[in-house]
């Protein structure tokens, strides 16, 4: 062992997600260690078998819990101004007469790349706050080819996980010509912006853009060497959980309104449904099936889609809550899905889990286990972040 690594003992419960080395699907250890160094998990077990010479520096737990930290793999970061008023006027049923996600646009276009950078940097530590070390962020604020990409790489500046969602709505200039904006997207937008981008998605929903237009849009990602991501199944039943099947999308995310054909399709493929209960919540949805597609055998990822208009949140643990008490969830499925269910649905392998070669990020609880993140909704329970093995 090196004398410059990390030992975190004395844990009361571990989450490893890691069911070869602890108890149940999230291999849970009991009065358990951990060893990090050079960014990366070194072991893992319970206390009374750490390795000889495994003298770094200790940091004593305290009996409390430790899990990966969370993995959001749904978040709208890049933009400008707020929507504060908008939220108020729907939460009390008054007309609002602003222009909703067009506002966001325009206060988007209107900011300094330092401003959308500052913007995006304090929502990512506010995440980091709640014990959330992966984010992935959206473009789709700009929605010309020049704002599209300072959105990417402001975006790029905070984290790897940026997705071109050029398609996101039809912005105001384009009023009535959806499909011009379409080949203007394709044509223009993509081959402008993809090397920015690890990931390309679409708005497949009545109001934004129909499947052969989605379609289209994704293609040309891909092409352009982007991998599809989706959302689909946000306001009503829809073709998009189905386009994410046929494409192989690794993600398709809302999933609010599914029908049993959808939830076969997902189960039969490699898409991960991304459920993200805080929208619903902040816009009185319905919330997404995910007992269902659980029971049928289907990978479900809980992320927070924070956003302006409809879920200005960055907690992952007040996620977590929603799933279990209005998602039916177990505690278990909820924290998975937050942390293994996020790096699947980003097709990361080196995150979302505490194993042996794992990224060293680390969330530890101001509680004796990760029960109390739905135990204990709205308190404050994140105590300590490790990112790549450095105390934050």
């Not at 072991?43 to 750490?50: D, N, R």
């Not at 129909?210 to 946000?234: E, I, K, W, Y």
């Not at 790096?343 to 979302?352: E, F, K, P, V, W």
Request: with cysteine; charged share 20%; hydrophobic share 45%.
């Amino acid at each position: 062992m090196n004398s410059s690594w990390t030992v975190i003992d004395n844990i009361a419960t571990l989450v490893t997600n890691d069911p070869t080395v602890g108890d149940g699907t999230l291999g849970v250890l009991r009065d358990a260690a951990v060893v990090i160094g050079d960014g990366v998990v070194q072991w893992v077990g319970p206390c009374s078998a750490i390795p000889e010479g495994a003298a770094g520096d200790r940091h004593d737990a305290g009996g409390r819990a430790v899990l990966p930290g969370f993995v959001d793999s749904h978040s709208h970061m890049v933009f400008g101004g707020d929507r504060a008023e908008e939220f108020a006027a729907r939460m009390t049923g008054s007309e609002y007469k602003a222009g909703g996600i067009r506002t966001t646009i325009a206060a988007t276009r209107a900011a300094s790349d330092a401003e959308l950078s500052a913007n995006m940097g304090r929502l990512v530590a506010e995440a980091a706050a709640s014990g959330t070390t992966t984010v992935e962020c959206k473009s789709g604020y700009g929605q010309t080819v020049v704002d599209e990409r300072r959105s990417l790489d402001v975006a790029a500046g905070h984290t790897a996980e940026t997705t071109l969602l050029a398609a996101h709505v039809t912005p105001p200039e384009y009023a009535g010509r959806v499909d011009d904006y379409v080949a203007m997207v394709v044509d223009e937008m993509i081959p402008a912006c993809a090397d920015g981008a690890r990931w390309i998605d679409v708005f497949c929903e009545k109001g934004a853009f129909d499947v052969d237009q989605s379609r289209a849009v994704l293609q040309a990602g891909m092409a352009a060497g982007l991998t599809p991501r989706v959302h689909g199944n946000q306001l009503t039943y829809g073709a998009g959980v189905q386009l994410a099947v046929e494409l192989g999308a690794a993600s398709v995310d809302h999933v609010t309104y599914t029908t049993d054909a959808d939830i076969e399709a997902l189960a039969a493929g490699d898409t991960v449904a991304t459920v993200l209960p805080g929208a619903d919540f902040c816009t009185r949805n319905q919330y997404p099936n995910a007992r269902g597609m659980i029971d049928a055998g289907v990978t479900v990822a809980l992320a927070a889609d924070c956003n302006p208009g409809t879920c200005y949140t960055t907690s992952i643990p007040f996620c977590i809550a929603l799933a279990v008490r209005d998602m039916r969830m177990s505690p278990d499925e909820a924290v998975w899905a937050a942390t293994a269910g996020g790096a699947a649905s980003l097709r990361r392998t080196d995150i979302g889990a505490l194993r042996v070669g794992m990224r060293a990020d680390l969330t530890m609880l101001n509680a004796p286990s990760y029960l109390h993140l739905a135990y204990r909704p709205g308190v404050q329970l994140v105590g300590a972040v490790y990112k790549d093995g450095v105390l934050l």
